[in-house]
């Protein structure tokens, strides 16, 4: 039988994904993102753990990986929340394992939109993706193919600039982007904005993003507040992306959307007020939630390889 990795390298933790040839799931776990020796750390821990299986490297029909940042023609042009530039991902691993095994490449938003469309391309050709986490990203299917631009920027959806109330300066540089609102540091800035305005049970000792969503559905007044604002710059993102590329169905994943229907309804509550009134665009939680980037790294190398 032979095998192939998934790897989707985020800002805070690395998702590694074991695989059958059919992309079948076999296996998984993930590690702290520790920007030392990165490649290096996970190279090591996939040694380990063919090694603790008994599986050859030689079953091995290759990795695919998702990276947190700009990728073009194999390389990470930039990675703000890995510190990377201009780094040639693949050569890199192949160094570290010593084979020229098959690989590829790719944004880890784009990845988990080819893992989100296969499972909605029997009912779609127009997808927009977008990953809420450690910062926010996206990717775009239109007309049944994905898009990555000329420069592999397609699909930067957290860098739209969506606020002028709290103007913090965003990783990119710029002021008021989606990102500083709709992300883990996001949602807890903006808790801790209304934490001496407004009523709440939450213990800012242990803030998380869950513990905000399961607040919220207990009405904690606080937190609401905090889901109602962030669902409303989250929509007016979509609007304006919708009103560009017009498509059929969003799809929110990444960690916080794991928050579920509390999320969920505040976006289409705010994303229906604010567009036009006869759109029908249908918004969706992911499938594959965290696991999406692994699946797609995987679906895009058993493409790449045709299970040979």
């Not at 095998?3 to 059958?20: A, E, Q």
């Not at 709290?166 to 540091?185: A, D, F, H, M, P």
């Amino acid at each position: 039988m032979r095998y192939l990795f998934g790897i989707d390298i985020g800002g805070t933790s690395v998702k590694i994904g074991f695989f059958s040839e059919n992309t079948e799931l076999l296996e998984e776990w993930s590690m702290p993102t520790v920007l030392s020796h990165l490649i290096a750390e996970i190279c090591g821990n996939i040694r380990t753990f063919l090694k603790e299986r008994k599986v050859e490297f030689c079953d091995i029909l290759g990795i695919g990986i998702g990276v947190c940042g700009i990728v073009k023609d194999g390389i990470v042009l930039r990675s703000v929340n890995l510190g990377w530039e201009n780094v040639d991902v693949i050569s890199e691993f192949q160094s570290e394992l010593g084979s020229a095994i098959d690989m590829v490449l790719l944004n880890d938003a784009n990845a988990a939109t080819i893992a989100e469309f296969s499972v909605l391309r029997n009912q779609y050709s127009n997808m927009v993706f977008l990953t809420l986490g450690t910062g926010v990203g996206g990717g775009m299917v239109l007309n049944g193919q994905l898009l990555e631009g000329a420069n592999g920027k397609c699909g930067e959806f957290g860098h739209l600039k969506v606020d002028d109330k709290y103007r913090e300066v965003c990783s990119c540089g710029k002021i008021g982007c989606l990102e500083t609102i709709v992300s883990i540091r996001g949602l807890k800035r903006l808790a801790l904005h209304y934490q001496k305005i407004l009523p709440t049970k939450l213990s800012f000792d242990r803030l998380t993003p869950k513990s905000i969503f399961d607040a919220a559905r207990k009405k904690d007044v606080l937190a609401a507040r905090v889901v109602t604002e962030a669902a409303d710059a989250l929509a007016t993102a979509m609007v304006m992306i919708s009103d560009i590329v017009d498509p059929e169905v969003f799809v929110l994943g990444g960690g916080i959307s794991q928050a579920g229907s509390v999320l969920l309804k505040a976006v289409k509550d705010a994303y229906f007020r604010k567009t036009s009134k006869n759109s029908n665009t249908e918004i969706l939680l992911s499938v594959f939630k965290n696991k999406a980037g692994i699946y797609g790294a995987a679906q895009q190398l058993q493409k790449k390889t045709g299970g040979k």
